[in-house]
């Protein structure tokens, strides 16, 4: 619904725009592919994962080498982490080992030596869906390039997260035999420790604990074609945290969205023409 609404509202601007400034304005579609960093570490460096950026844009030239250009567009991104927690088994499942009648004579005499650690391994992958509103100055560095800096502002309107747990608990791996024939204690262990047997996953949607509201810095490269269409490069940092409270596993920028856009564009009316006989046409006698 959000969605619908968002393209009528673009499709409504266009027809505005169309009847009363096509003469003055640069107008036109947008459309591109995020390349977002979600992810690095020792084994796999840098992993990134594509995400969508489309809409329209509306540039008004203040000058023959100056435009304030502002875009209403739907963008998505990701974030993962991986969080590594290690803590001991509770007295509750030895206990249950015990009284299921398992065996356990030959392990007793070794108890200071048994090892009673849990390592909790949690892989957590956030889809973020943004209705975003950057306005930038477009400076035209030539007759077929521009740069743009500017700032964006982004409404968060979906979050939809997955998590797998994975649980080691070597002491339980000595007596897993047993335990996968007792489906009573393995069913109370896996209650408290989800992911020890096999992946415990789930999923989940909802703004709840992330930020609404977004905000940061926009660096554009564009290179404008004969046939209006062009091709964009742009960078945009992020300044605040998407994470209402910051998981402490994140370093102090990394709870921030940070990626680059390539797209395609499309520009209606006749900016192009106007600005390039007005810096580039030679005077004919």
Request: proline content about 4%.
């Amino acid at each position: 619904m959000k969605k619908y609404v968002f393209y009528q509202i673009l499709i409504l601007g266009f027809v505005i725009i169309n009847s009363t400034f096509a003469q003055k304005l640069e107008y036109g579609p947008e459309i591109g592919l995020n390349i977002v960093p979600i992810s690095k570490n020792e084994v796999d460096g840098l992993v990134t994962k594509l995400g969508f950026n489309g809409g329209g844009f509306i540039a008004y030239p203040v000058n023959d080498w100056l435009s304030i250009k502002f875009a209403i567009k739907a963008t998505t991104c990701s974030k993962s982490y991986i969080k590594t927690d290690t803590s001991s088994i509770s007295d509750m499942i030895l206990q249950a080992i015990v009284s299921s009648g398992i065996d356990t004579s030959a392990t007793s005499q070794f108890q200071d030596y048994i090892d009673l650690s849990v390592t909790k391994n949690t892989k957590s992958n956030t889809n973020f869906t943004y209705l975003s509103i950057p306005i930038a100055a477009d400076f035209n560095l030539h007759e077929k390039f521009s740069f743009s800096l500017g700032g964006y502002f982004s409404l968060l309107l979906n979050a939809k997260t997955k998590n797998e747990i994975t649980q080691d608990i070597p002491v339980l791996q000595a007596f897993s035999p047993a335990l996968s024939a007792n489906p009573l204690v393995k069913q109370i262990i896996s209650g408290i420790y989800p992911g020890v047997f096999e992946p415990s996953n789930s999923e989940s949607s909802g703004l709840g604990e992330f930020n609404t509201i977004d905000a940061g810095l926009v660096v554009s490269l564009r290179y404008k074609m004969e046939n209006n269409f062009s091709i964009s490069a742009n960078f945009t940092k992020g300044f605040v945290n998407y994470y209402k409270t910051l998981p402490n596993m994140y370093e102090v920028n990394s709870g921030k969205h940070n990626y680059l856009t390539l797209s395609v564009g499309y520009s209606f009316g006749n900016v192009y023409t106007s600005k390039v006989k007005k810096r580039y046409d030679i005077p004919q006698e």
